[in-house]
């Protein structure tokens, strides 16, 4: 284990929560943060929420689910050999896709379209409404009562928000998160092991759809590297073990080349705390350009080989449809709503209603989704 950065957060100057707690004898504010995200209900529908593929589809593809567990174990390994603290990285990196609505971008692009009268839906954006509102488990607070750290990682480890929508403008006016600065050292790592994690993995998924072949990929930089590398190494290596050999390898070099670069620009820029690291330019933990490139490479051909594909746009074009469906029929019939939901939606206007709905429909899995939408439409499914 590296010795801890002087630009790691720190769990003892931590800017604290919004509702003050008295603090855990057993485990730092980061680790309670990261434990009430794994407890959290919308953490446990990650299981039945696309990644790329409707959970039907098949048992081996990635879930949200599998999907937040690898970020945040790759999180975890680069924030520990840069001497960052893990626990907030791990915390940020298991909330980063709480906000997704069932059936990945096209739940959210669907969705997006009911709501474009009240500014569209964002899943970041979302994230953050269940982490301060939605979640109801504790008897003091809506929400988790988050640390200022995490919450902060979780509304800009893209990097800083300049049109907050909803919910981050509303927590931000409660409890400002510098949304015109870069995030703290732990939310970039967490963004970067975001990206290596999925470009990877939908590769791995791509591959075992039959989407596209290890031939398709020989042209790519650095992956058609790797696939020749093992070529002579193992001529006679079984596909399977191939391709996982391959991702492996993937995986490490692309962390090699982050904790590289991250360690030339802490070294330029020497930051005495969190702070710097936020008030700097640019992102001080990122690849190299190379490495950039390389990555750019891999999502172009990603977009047009496997999220364009077909058979992806086929199964795009039926979730929206039963999004659209769902959406549409619990706005005009809130009485069919779920108790709870229901009385949240008949006591309000059109669009506190149409917020209620959305947030209702959010939350569902694919699975839920598909069995909700029999439900209402089919007239042999019992209601």
Same mark, same amino acid.
């Given at each position: 284990m590296a010795e801890r950065a002087a630009h790691a957060s720190r769990p003892d100057r931590s800017h604290g929560r919004k509702i003050g707690e008295t603090p855990s004898p057993t485990r730092t504010a980061f680790q309670r943060d990261r434990d009430r995200i794994v407890h959290a209900g919308a953490f446990r529908?990650?299981?039945?929420?696309?990644?790329?593929?409707? =959970? *039907?589809?098949?048992?081996?593809?990635? #879930?949200?689910? #599998? *999907? #937040?567990?690898?970020?945040?174990?790759?999180?975890?390994?680069?924030?520990?050999?840069?001497?960052?603290?893990?626990?907030?990285?791990?915390?940020?990196?298991?909330?980063?896709?709480?906000?997704?609505?069932?059936?990945? *971008?096209? !739940?959210?692009?669907?969705? !997006?379209?009911?709501?474009?009268?009240?500014?569209?839906?964002?899943?970041?954006?979302?994230?953050?409404?269940?982490l301060t509102q939605l979640e109801e488990r504790y008897a003091a607070f809506d929400g988790l009562n988050l640390t200022w750290e995490t919450l902060e990682?979780?509304?800009?480890?893209? !990097?800083?928000?300049?049109?907050?929508?909803?919910?981050?403008?509303?927590?931000?006016?409660?409890?400002?998160?510098?949304?015109?600065?870069?995030?703290?050292? @732990?939310?970039?790592?967490?963004?970067?092991?975001?990206d290596?994690?999925?470009n990877n993995h939908d590769l791995d998924d791509g591959l075992r759809a039959g989407l596209f072949t290890i031939a398709d990929l020989r042209a790519l930089p650095l992956v058609g590297e790797v696939?020749? @590398?093992?070529?002579?190494?193992?001529?006679?290596?079984? &596909? !399977?073990?191939?391709?996982?050999?391959?991702?492996?390898?993937?995986?490490?070099?692309?962390?090699?080349?982050?904790?590289?670069? &991250?360690?030339?620009?802490?070294?330029?820029?020497?930051?005495?705390g969190p702070a710097d690291v936020r008030a700097a330019g640019a992102p001080v933990v990122a690849f190299s350009r190379a490495m950039r490139q390389n990555d750019r490479a891999l999502k172009d051909f990603l977009f047009a080989r496997m999220y364009r594909h077909h058979k992806v746009n086929r199964m795009t074009g039926k979730v929206r449809?039963?999004?659209?469906?769902?959406?549409?029929? =619990?706005?005009?019939?809130?009485?069919?709503?779920p108790p709870g939901w229901r009385e949240a939606a008949e006591g309000a206007g059109h669009t506190d209603r149409v917020r209620v709905v959305a947030d209702y429909v959010a939350g569902m899995t694919d699975r839920y989704a598909l069995q909700d939408h029999r439900k209402l439409f089919d007239i042999d499914e019992p209601a």
């Open positions: 529908r990650l299981q039945y929420k696309t990644q790329v593929f409707v =959970y *039907h589809e098949g048992d081996y593809f990635r #879930t949200r689910l #599998t *999907h #937040t567990l690898e970020v945040a174990q790759i999180a975890r390994s680069i924030s520990r050999h840069l001497g960052l603290d893990e626990d907030l990285a791990e915390a940020v990196a298991l909330a980063h896709d709480l906000g997704h609505p069932p059936f990945g *971008h096209a !739940g959210e692009a669907a969705l !997006g379209a009911e709501l474009e009268s009240l500014g569209g839906f964002d899943h970041n954006d979302q994230a953050v409404r269940i990682g979780v509304a800009k480890h893209n !990097g800083p928000v300049t049109a907050p929508a909803a919910a981050t403008a509303r927590l931000n006016a409660r409890f400002p998160l510098a949304l015109d600065k870069h995030p703290g050292p @732990e939310a970039q790592v967490a963004a970067l092991a975001d290596i994690a999925y696939f020749a @590398e093992l070529g002579r190494e193992y001529p006679n290596l079984a &596909t !399977g073990r191939w391709v996982h050999e391959a991702i492996r390898r993937l995986i490490d070099r692309m962390v090699g080349d982050l904790i590289a670069e &991250t360690g030339r620009r802490v070294a330029e820029l020497a930051p005495a449809r039963v999004v659209h469906d769902l959406f549409d029929a =619990y706005v005009a019939r809130p009485n069919c709503l």
